[in-house]
């Protein structure tokens, strides 16, 4: 037994020799004529300018004022509605202890709302006029919609509802002495007074209700359904508003020093319930000009930049190759205006495919470097760079293929069926992220930028150019 297994281990060992011997060069060795060789190719780009007429308002701030964009001679102006937050389970100091009015009933001191906010843009002495309205308690708004930037604020207000307050401001506050103004520790901010019976309401139906105060949707459904803040008159300047906070006042005792103390009730308008910005822009169809050597991006809710991808010229000739990258770079042109008060560029862009704008904000996707990706602008430059974009010309490629294959069409009928299928747009968008203690980024969301910037992009009827590297054995 142990010669049979010598002999066909000897004969193995023969066999493989010999085919070895044969044709050594294909095993793991390139032969000198079958090489790696890369080619390049520069392929135009069209572009157009487009309108956003509305987009998903998704934004952890809100945005109130009117300006106007002197380089586009146009205008936009922001109002917006919220809703309020309660801390989970809130209850009221025990109710002996709390002062109450001559007859012995819960009454609110006074009640505020106050608008906090770091950044404007515009004049700090500016003149404007607000109005806040309360929301209508029988329309909710509906955290489980989806809410735009051309949102009907009226739907959500009740049949002849009138103002609660008004207030004219500056956004720098000269009412405050010069030292607290001017000081690192102050938060601009813009007080308006409320009814008192509005804070009375809402401490007596915490001290009935408590079940009313377990929760923000509790609270939002049966409290108070939030508050409406209205332009009234002023232009030339626009507030990012960082928090909106309802304080009530109210006086309590201290039974151990007899002591009164001032107390605050305070509910803020912050990412866990809901806030809508209306944004209202003038006409914008000027900015849609196609016989101008450039396009627009424009923000809030206003223009964005169309591309259509050149992906069947890439690829002819090249279906054997590799796309190793497809470069494209965007310049941005200087101003046209001579003004200071020139509105800046986007600071960060979203590329997608156009059929996927309003599936991507809706979902609240994130970049995939695939179908979508985003940039920075580089000031050093004027530029944005999207440095690799060969996965969404072979994706775009493939569904291609496999479309015409699956609906029996050639490649003229595909592209007459589908004619956004190489279509992408450019979207300003404010994106958040998050650093590892190891130093790695990660995006956490996209949202259109809600904020006022303004840009033209070379482009219209001057192509684009995408620079492609292309690799194949040869």
């Known amino acids: 037994m142990n010669h049979k297994i010598a002999f066909l281990a000897n004969l193995l060992a023969l066999i493989l020799l010999t085919s070895c011997d044969e044709d050594t060069a294909s095993l793991g060795i390139v032969d000198k004529t079958d090489l790696i060789t890369s080619s390049e190719g520069v392929f ?23 300006v106007v964009d002197e380089e586009t001679n146009t205008s936009i102006k922001a109002e917006f509605l919220a809703q309020f937050h309660t801390l989970e389970n809130y209850t009221l100091p025990d109710d002996e202890l709390i002062i109450k009015n001559s007859k012995g009933e819960l009454e609110a001191d006074s009640v505020d709302v106050r608008l906090y906010f770091e950044n404007y843009y515009g004049d700090a002495t500016n003149p404007m006029k607000l109005q ?5 308690s029988t329309n909710i708004l509906s955290e489980e919609q989806t809410f735009y930037s051309d949102i ?19 956004p720098s506050d000269y009412t405050l002495p010069d030292s607290e103004r001017i000081s690192t520790t102050h938060y601009d901010n813009v007080r308006v007074r409320l009814p008192k019976a509005l804070g009375t309401r809402i401490l007596r139906a915490a001290d009935e209700h408590p079940e009313w105060f377990v929760n923000s949707w509790q609270f939002i459904h049966h409290v108070f359904p939030g508050l409406y803040f209205k332009l009234q008159s002023g232009k030339g300047t626009m507030l990012t508003l960082d928090v909106t906070a309802l304080n ?12 009164v103390y001032q107390a605050v009730s305070r509910f803020s308008a912050t990412a866990e319930v809901i806030q809508s910005t209306r944004i209202q822009n003038s006409d914008l169809t000027a900015l849609l000009d196609a016989s101008k050597p450039y396009t627009y991006l424009k923000s809030p809710a206003g223009v964005a930049t169309e591309m ?7 690829f002819q000739n090249h ?5 190793s990258r497809a470069r494209l770079i965007l310049t941005r042109m200087n101003s046209l205006s001579q003004s200071d008060n020139v509105l800046p560029a986007p600071e960060t862009l979203l590329l997608l495919r156009k059929q996927n704008q309003r599936s991507f904000f809706q979902n609240k996707q994130l970049a995939d470097e695939l179908t979508s990706y985003t940039t920075y602008f580089d000031a050093t430059y004027n530029t944005y760079t999207f440095s690799n974009l060969s996965r969404l010309l072979s994706y775009l490629h493939r569904e291609k293929e496999k479309g015409m294959q699956a609906e029996g069409l050639t490649s003229a009928q595909w592209n007459a069926a589908h004619p956004d299928w190489n279509k992408v747009l450019l979207i300003p968008v404010d994106v958040t992220t998050s650093t590892t203690s190891s130093g790695v980024s990660t995006q956490v969301s996209i949202n259109h930028d809600f904020s006022l910037t303004s840009a033209r992009l070379v482009g219209g009827t001057e192509p684009l150019k995408l620079q492609i590297v292309y690799s194949g054995y040869y």
């Not at 259509?308 to 890439?314: N, R």
Request: include cysteine; aromatic fraction near 12%; charged fraction near 30%.
């Open 319 to 323: 279906q054997n190759d590799t796309i």
């Open 308 to 314: 259509e991808l050149p992906v069947d010229e890439v």
């Open 152 to 170: 009907c604020i009226e739907d959500y207000l009740p049949a002849g509802a009138r103002p609660l307050a008004s207030k004219t401001f500056t």
């Open 132 to 136: 806040v309205y309360e929301l209508d």
């Open 44 to 66: 135009d780009i069209q572009s157009s300018s487009v309108l956003l007429d509305s987009v998903v308002a998704n934004s952890s701030k809100s945005y109130f004022g009117e």
């Open 248 to 259: 009530v006042y109210f006086r309590y005792r201290d039974a151990e020093k007899d002591t």
